[in-house]
């Protein structure tokens, strides 16, 4: 706070519009940067490739759950139908995987939904209810309509006055630091 | 940053008219739909919930006495052992279709005009479900112990019948509200964050942060954020399709005449999906009107919705004449019987209503004048729902009124507990609905911004403003994540 020089964390540059963003992204991940992000009210579309991101492993994850659950909801029903508790009822059999069914279902699509949300929240490393860019003016502009670019100091080409140069070059704007 | 506003006619390419009327920027949508939930709490809103909330008060208050009492202060009897209740869960079951649908199902097929409704479609679902659930919940006898029905080890060491589909209901219908919840609440998150980076108070500020998990709307957080919402709609597509057919085999895998039908499942779904619609489109009229919404909620979308009323309606309409069919052709005496005393016996007021409501008024909306009239639409709606009670009416009441045995035959009558409950039910929903609307903002802002013309990046490639052209060849064969 007073007295300490204060340390740059994060360099941001507001841009016009989507398109100027996505071509700034695919300007930066050319130019080697790694640690970049580009907030913006909505998925941009294309912003993935630009930025050079691979595809989110979301699905894996919850497609590997959905089939774990589905065999736990199975293995649940046979258990208390044929093991723990064995009931005649309108003389079917105990194990009537048919009509086990259902909540077989129900029980994957819960437990998978679940981990699509959390899962997603996870990789997100959400919540996390403060963050350096926070602190910006511009981050405040971001959900409304702002398109903006941060880079962080850790990344390897970051070099705050060459960083800033750069950013101007490919059309940001309002630069600032935090 | 301000981009332009649109100021075309039609988008080049698609040649569609911009799904939103009156030449929106992105700043221009998040005034208009946030400052709805930020504003002075209206008068009208007070007065509103005045008197829904006291509504449910009174349900309140009959519950207790049922709980008291017992199932005796309603009109069911032997046969009609299930009356009113039933029929008010499975129409809110029903009615709650509609909000999973635009998500998810229009998701899928990208259909973008769902953006401008799906928000509060789907807190109609919740409150729907919530309604639903009620019933079931205070039918039970014994509400005290209606946690048998979750697999839990208890003293005596009984688990649920997983062979009985009054079970997968209760699994199916809790999935289905949770299931639910966790998707409007993904797609609350960005506006949430909004509504945080908006916000004036400290308390405000405070609360709405939580709320947002620190949402920071960087394409790393999008690029899961999309992925989750794609999940999200496929695991509810086949959930959609799924909860309803799950409520008719309750019915279907009976031997009651009336009931014991292969073709209940997907003729449920269609009647769910009708009356869900019909209920968002109520409630659309009346809140694009309260709140200058006509530009988000054009008469493009209600047209489109009136569409799909009229292609479900349909659908509706061939399983009555079908199950006419089957129970001549079945030549089945007691089936044959069920269904000329549905039409002709004591219910017969009750069938015709259902015939006029669900299979007659939709059959308007073939003519565009009458489908883009908001008056009639809002008749329509209201009436297609009062079909659709009915018709679960029918189906329930008159097939149980006279099943195999005359001499077991009795005639149904509600008592004013059975109405009071239902009228209750109203109470609740909108309790909960008006809630919704005073702090949530009812359109989704970002899902909303991202459909128009501006927010694709090919928007501005030879339009003279974004001056790069690069991405925009490239993002052309790349598809979205």
């Known amino acids: 706070m007073n007295g300490e020089p204060k340390k740059t964390t994060l360099i941001l540059a507001d841009f016009e519009n989507p398109a100027k963003l996505l071509s700034a992204a695919e300007k930066m991940r050319d130019a080697g940067y790694k640690k970049f992000d580009c907030h913006s009210p909505f998925p941009i579309h294309g912003m993935d490739e630009a930025m050079g991101l691979k595809r989110s492993p979301l699905g894996w994850i919850v497609g590997v759950v959905a089939f774990f659950a589905l065999g736990a909801g199975f293995t649940l029903e046979w258990w208390t139908s044929v093991i723990a508790y064995p009931l005649v009822i309108a003389g079917k059999p105990f194990f009537s995987y048919q009509a086990y069914g259902p909540v077989a279902f129900a029980i994957m699509v819960l437990t998978s939904a679940f981990v699509a949300l959390f899962g997603m929240l996870a990789l997100n490393k959400l919540p996390m209810l403060y963050h350096k860019i926070f602190d910006s003016k511009l981050s405040a502009k971001i959900s409304n309509d702002g398109f903006v670019l941060s880079v962080t100091a850790d990344d390897p080409q970051f070099d705050a006055e060459g960083t800033k140069e750069f950013l101007k070059e490919i059309g940001g704007q309002d630069l600032e630091e935090v | ?481």
């Open chain 2, 1 to 481: 940053m301000n981009s332009e506003a649109s100021t075309l006619e039609v988008i080049p390419v698609t040649e569609e008219k911009p799904l939103i009327a009156g030449n929106p920027t992105f700043a221009s949508i998040t005034q208009k739909i946030a400052e709805i939930a930020e504003q002075k709490t209206p008068k009208a809103w007070w007065i509103a919930i005045a008197i829904s909330s006291s509504i449910l008060f009174m349900m309140i208050i009959l519950i207790g006495w049922l709980v008291w009492e017992g199932i005796g202060t309603w009109g069911v009897n032997i046969p009609v052992g299930w009356g009113w209740a039933i029929v008010n869960f499975v129409w809110w079951v029903g009615i709650g279709h509609a909000g999973t649908l635009i998500s998810a199902i229009l998701f899928l097929f990208r259909q973008k005009w769902r953006t401008s409704i799906n928000r509060f479609a789907e807190a109609m679902t919740l409150f729907a479900v919530i309604c639903a659930l009620v019933f079931p919940g205070i039918h039970v006898g014994r509400i005290w112990v209606a946690y048998w029905m979750v697999p839990v080890p208890n003293q005596m060491s009984v688990w649920p019948n997983f062979r009985s589909p009054l079970l997968w209901d209760f699994f199916a219908v809790a999935t289905y509200f949770t299931v639910s919840l966790l998707f409007w609440y993904t797609g609350l998150i960005p506006d949430l964050a909004l509504m945080r980076d908006r916000a004036k108070s400290k308390v405000r500020k405070i609360v709405l942060g939580i709320f947002s998990l620190g949402w920071r709307g960087g394409n790393r957080q999008w690029k899961n954020y999309e992925m989750a919402y794609l999940l999200l709609a496929g695991l509810s597509t086949p959930l959609v399709l799924s909860v309803h057919s799950v409520v008719s085999t309750d019915f279907a895998t009976s031997v009651i005449p009336g009931w014991h039908s292969t073709i209940f499942p997907p003729y449920f779904v269609a009647g769910a999906i009708f009356s869900g619609f019909a209920l968002v489109m109520t409630l659309a009229i009346i809140a694009r009107k309260i709140y200058g919404l006509e530009d988000f909620i054009t008469i493009h979308h209600l047209e489109k919705m009136n569409k799909i009323m009229l292609a479900t309606g349909m659908m509706v309409g061939y399983s009555y004449g079908c199950e006419y069919f089957i129970s001549w052709y079945s030549g089945n005496q007691y089936e044959e019987f069920t269904f000329i005393n549905r039409a002709f016996g004591p219910y017969a007021w009750a069938y015709w209503t259902m015939i006029s409501c669900n299979v007659l008024v939709p059959q308007i909306f073939w003519f565009k004048k009458l489908r883009t009239s908001i008056p009639v639409m809002f008749i329509a709606s209201l009436l297609i729902n009062v079909g659709m009670w009915f018709e679960r009416f029918v189906i329930i009441v008159s097939s149980l009124s006279a099943d195999f045995l005359p001499s077991s035959w009795d005639y149904y009558t509600p008592t004013l507990v059975d109405v009071g409950i239902f009228i209750g039910s109203f109470g609740l929903f909108f309790t909960f609905f008006l809630i919704f609307l005073r702090f949530v903002p009812m359109i989704a802002i970002s899902e909303v911004k991202g459909v128009l013309p501006q927010a694709d990046p090919h928007y501005y490639h030879g339009n003279g403003k974004g001056g790069q052209t690069a991405a925009a060849g490239q993002i052309a064969g790349g598809g979205q994540s």
